[in-house]
């Protein structure tokens, strides 16, 4: 049997030229403790450790107007914050949702941000394809009461769906005992010394780098089969609609 050893596996490899968003969807503005930014800081810090060039931003100290469009300033409202965050979005190549848990699902920050996420995913990058492609996306989780994976697969379909890259294991997060109790930076809370949360964020931190540099490598996704702007002019990448009988 092969024996594993407790050594690292092979040199730590570097990443110094990729960029990575991290979206903190708190309730809480700044500078108000998050708990949620106790997990972005283990993830960041790893990324920055092998070069990765971290951009973070605490959603609710913007002023975000509510709807699915680019800029909501055309649509109604008199601020719109989100153009010039998207451009940080457009910047990075992976993006980390990140957020407590409510009543059992993503907090109404997090809602926002995947709504503006989305008001841009129809705009398209030079191949043609949908903005987003190209680039890796996973989510951080917290909270005192159970619903880790129901808001990690919300959030990690919404991203897939807009176009990113979702590597193995891109979620990870802390809970603590069902039911009421500390959060995860309190004191005695056991969050920041939780093994399962460490190795989980780790874990995801890593396969994000991974993936994102991969796909940098190769130049993104391949355009062929994906381009929205080609199936708009007619071609169809091979595609036959079935007979009918």
Known sequence: MNEISTADSGAAPAFDHLRALFINCTLKKSPERSHSQGLVDISAALMVRHGVAVDQIRAIDHDLATGVYPDMTEHGW???????????????????LVGPIWLGDNSSVMKTVIERLYGC?????????????????????????????????????????????????????WVGPAGPGPSYLDEGSGGP??????????????????????????????????QRAHWDAGSRFGFANPEYR
Request: aromatic content about 10%.
């Open 121 to 173: 995913s129809g705009i398209l990058n030079d191949a043609g394809q949908y903005a987003y492609y190209g680039r890796v996306g996973g989510c951080l989780i917290t909270g005192n009461e159970d619903g880790i994976k129901h808001c990690a697969m919300n959030i990690l379909y919404s991203l897939q769906h807009l176009g990113y890259v979702i590597p193995p294991q891109a979620d990870a997060g």
């Open 78 to 96: 008199d601020t719109d914050e989100w153009p010039a965050l998207y451009e940080r979005i457009m910047a990075a190549d992976i993006l980390v």
């Open 193 to 226: 010394d939780n093994d399962f949360t460490n190795r989980n964020t780790t874990f995801m931190t890593y396969n994000l780098m991974h993936l994102a540099s991969l796909l940098r490598a190769a130049g993104g996704v391949p355009a062929y089969g994906n």
